[in-house]
Nanobody, 124 residues
């Protein structure tokens, strides 16, 4: 079974920066479409960013556009989320997801493979 392991979460000050990583256990899924989602306490899981298998296409939620950058290194089976100028409202558990061919990339149920999540806390 493919495993996705996130890392890089923690406490960051508003206006700082943080980089999340997500490593896939199998090379097959290294070429899958990848997404980042987040879930804050009491809220539904929401789309953050997604990237095509080649890295040629990227997609962002309006709330993070211009501040966050998704990228991938298929040779390392890893996808990244660079978080610049985070805000307190970005505080959430961040999840990495993978799917070979998702329909709507911004919909969580389109993804079958998920990581365990990593907590990001942004202090004001």
């Amino acid at each position: 079974q493919v495993q996705l392991v996130e890392s890089g979460g923690g406490l960051v000050q508003a206006g700082g920066s943080l980089r999340l990583s997500c490593a896939a256990s199998e090379r097959t899924f290294s070429s899958a479409f990848k997404g980042w989602f987040r879930q804050a306490p009491g809220k539904e899981r929401e789309f953050v960013a997604a990237i095509s298998w080649s890295g040629g296409s990227t997609y962002y939620a309006d709330s993070v556009k211009g501040r966050f950058t998704i990228s991938r290194d298929n040779a390392k089976n890893t996808v990244y989320l660079q978080m610049n100028s985070p805000k307190p409202e970005d505080t959430a558990v961040y999840y990495c997801a993978a799917e070979l061919d998702p329909g709507d990339y911004y919909v969580s149920y389109e993804y079958d493979c998920w990581g365990q999540g990593t907590q990001v806390t942004v202090s004001s």
